[in-house]
């Protein structure tokens, strides 16, 4: 075969091992029980994930790790009480407001795949949804 008809590769290189991951996910799951064996109502293991999540946040920051994902809102969770997939919501509503504008500010881009269920319409159709944040984009496009 002459070197000019054969194809050239667009695959890049594997990157070297490293000691810290490139991506980390997590599916949240436990706050409730968390908050039942300790005698609390469930919104506040709820609460507690979410101050989980700031520190997770903070800490792929702190070890250059460039993306994290977080598993938020399963169809399983259609199956609590109406009361409760509510109040997820709002707190889920009101941390994103009080939050993307903080993680942009410190150059993280915030993606969320799938749909934002909707608290006032219920929003039976959107199933599940997932968070992605890019902690590093410049980082990341390098490797």
Request: glycine fraction near 8%.
């Amino acid at each position: 075969m002459s070197d000019s008809s054969r194809v050239s590769s667009t695959t890049r290189s594997v990157p070297p091992p490293s000691d810290r991951p490139r991506h980390v996910a997590v599916i949240m799951d436990g706050n409730g029980r968390w908050a039942k064996a300790r005698g609390l109502p469930r919104i506040a293991g709820h609460r507690k994930g979410l101050e989980a999540v700031r520190g997770l946040v903070q800490a792929c920051g702190d070890h250059e790790i460039p993306y994290l994902t977080l598993f938020a809102f399963s169809s399983e969770n259609w199956r609590r009480p109406e009361s409760e997939v509510r109040l997820l919501m709002e707190l889920f509503l009101t941390a994103l407001q009080k939050e993307v504008r903080r993680l942009h500010s410190n150059g993280v881009r915030f993606r969320v795949i799938g749909d934002i269920p909707s608290p006032i319409a219920g929003a039976k159709g959107n199933e599940e949804f997932l968070l992605y944040l890019q902690l590093y984009p410049e980082l990341s496009s390098r490797l």
